[in-house]
């Protein structure tokens, strides 16, 4: 058995425009202490994060805790919404989640952020198989993971979550990569902005 956990990146600035760049706030900083009293006695072996900034500080006390390195993937960054305009971003979620394929100029669909994840994540089960890894990503990201491979998860499960950061699941695959269970393990609501 494998097992991965996923944690969804602690509250980031919503003012820095950069999706790369943005930090975490000072709340979403402190957060991460909570991580790591969760997870620092769970037998992890690797860490393995987005390269973006906010998730690569959610793990980091993490990391120094357990006196690991932390492995950037960039597969596993959030979903590019591309060049969104309107009122409610909302729904241009929701249309996402009601039909895969929908995207707007220079964005992806949900389709491409699950398969560059799915795809990340196979190398690492395959890489790391038999370990205990923690994967630091995003909520869309995580969302299509989850959905990959519990397919109930939809826009209303991503509609539960999207207040929770950090947000930590625990996820155990068998040794063909088959995940045979799903365990929420840490959350903390903070208002999505």
Same mark, same amino acid.
């Given at each position: 058995m494998t097992t991965v956990y996923f944690i969804r990146h602690a509250q !980031?600035?919503?003012?820095?425009?950069?999706?790369?760049? #943005?930090p975490l706030t000072s709340e979403g900083l402190a957060d991460t202490k909570k991580i790591?009293?969760?997870l620092s006695d769970?037998?992890?072996t690797r860490i393995i994060s987005s390269p973006y900034k906010r998730t690569i500080q959610t793990v980091t006390n993490l990391s120094e805790k357990l006196g690991l390195s932390i492995e950037t993937n960039e597969d596993l960054r959030e979903r590019n919404a591309?060049?969104?305009?309107? =009122? +409610?971003?909302?729904?241009?979620?929701?249309?996402?989640? =009601?039909d895969f394929s929908y995207h707007i100029l220079d964005g992806e669909c949900l389709n491409e952020v699950q398969a560059r994840n799915i795809? %990340?994540?196979?190398y690492y089960l395959d890489k790391y198989s038999g370990e205990t890894i923690a994967v630091a990503t995003h909520g869309t990201a995580l969302s299509t993971?989850?959905? +990959?491979?519990y397919p109930g998860f939809n826009y209303d499960s991503f509609m539960r979550i999207i207040d929770y950061m950090p947000y930590i699941v625990k996820i155990t695959?068998? #040794?063909?990569?088959? %995940?045979? !269970?799903? =365990? =929420?393990i840490l959350i903390i609501e903070k208002e999505y902005k």
């Open positions: !980031s600035d919503r003012f820095t425009q950069d999706d790369r760049t #943005k790591t009293e969760v769970k037998g992890i591309g060049k969104w305009h309107g =009122e +409610n971003f909302k729904d241009f979620i929701k249309a996402q989640w =009601e795809k %990340a994540l196979q993971i989850i959905n +990959n491979y695959f068998d #040794k063909d990569n088959k %995940a045979v !269970s799903l =365990e =929420e």
